[in-house]
């Protein structure tokens, strides 16, 4: 954000913290300095798509109402967290006997967003297109649907989020997919045990629901229809692994997750600032004659840091065990999406530790364009239990650099490439490139 336009923001603070804090009377405006303001008018600038009940349904304050300082930080910043404008202002003009009129600046970012991503890493090649639009008829109401390309296998996915839905602060999902994976298998020495191609088809539907801004639940059902349709020559897998292929069945699986989550991350365009701890535990519903044995639990914490001269610093922490019969839902750590410099589902095993972070800093910055560069350490471990993961001690880290090639102006438009410099381990796979931040 331009200097002017955040001390307008500023400025507009400390106005109303004079109004709302101040014991003196201005004998030019009768008592405008010995009540709190009251909000006489609201009014909306800039839209040119987006409902204005889209900003009105953020707002902690309404025509009327008493205004505090706190109240109007916190409306802002709630407008930012929709990711849906490059800029929020409030300006205050005041009237007398304390009352005020509230105007509300925006500039809305592009979110029709057809799409081209061609990511690399750790030995796996993800092609995706498709178009989609987290504001379907300004309204903020994310749809769309892609086209997904996995090592070569064909298949899509069609989706629509409500994150206000019936006007509250509650999430719904509905997502329908179908895709064919290929799955590469590696020995504990990071030696390849050959691979096996799976089908999956998903419905899924979830409501998560803000009970405080800090504080949400949720609820996720999944109903899975996995195929193993191939697997390459199983001379050099090891028994474990001949196990859970042989004994994997094409029943359908229904999945129940509860969700807990703690924390809040504000956005300001690319900087992010907070704390988010978010709990899953996933298992098979029985009530839904579903056999198969599956209990997973996840724990991911993120936390964020804005540092001089627009910088971030980011961490992210996960741990999780898997327990199934079925080998396609055991945890697959690799260079993806886990940990950089290593080939995609190199490490694989039932628990798993995870650590990432990264230091942002931009060389350009404007309102068009901004260039991040960014520097990481990478670290993972597995292990066949979560009390094992000290004892097992299979664990890898990776550090290098990269950068981001992002546009404010546009929701979601951040190129991304990575380089690990150094990691340990064998069966490295040095660059990663895609879309959007790594985490």
Known sequence: MPFFKRSTLHLACFFLFLLCGSSRADHSLQHTTSKQPIIDEII?????????????????????DILTTKALLESVQRLKNLKLFSKVIPLLKLKSNNHVILTIEVEEKWTIIPYFNFAVGGGTTHIVSGIYDINVFGKY??????????????????????PRFLNKRLLFKFEIASNKYIRQLYTTDAISQGSFRYQRKRFTLAL?????PVFHLGLRGDLLDDTIESTTAKTAMDKNTLSLLNSTNNDADKLVTYIIELGKLDLDLYLVKGYQSRLTYQHNATILNSNNKIRDLVWRNKFFWHLPYKGNLGVKLSLGRSESEKI????????????RGYRDGQFR???????NTEYRIPSIRNQWVVLQHIFFIDAAGTASELNKLRIEKNSNISAGTGFRLISPKVYNFNGRLDIAIFGTGTNQNKISLGAQQFF
């Open 349 to 355: 095993d039932n628990a798993y530790w995870q650590f």
């Open 328 to 339: 396609q839902h055991l945890n697959y750590i690799g260079g993806f999406i886990n940990i």
């Open 44 to 64: 909306i600038k800039g839209l040119w798509r987006t409902e204005s009940n889209v900003i009105h349904r953020e707002l902690l304050f309404s025509k009327n």
């Open 141 to 162: 109401v994310e749809s769309g649907f892609q086209y997904d390309n996995w090592n070569g296998e064909h298949g899509g996915a069609f989706w629509i989020h409500q």
């Open 208 to 212: 998560e629901k803000e009970i405080t």
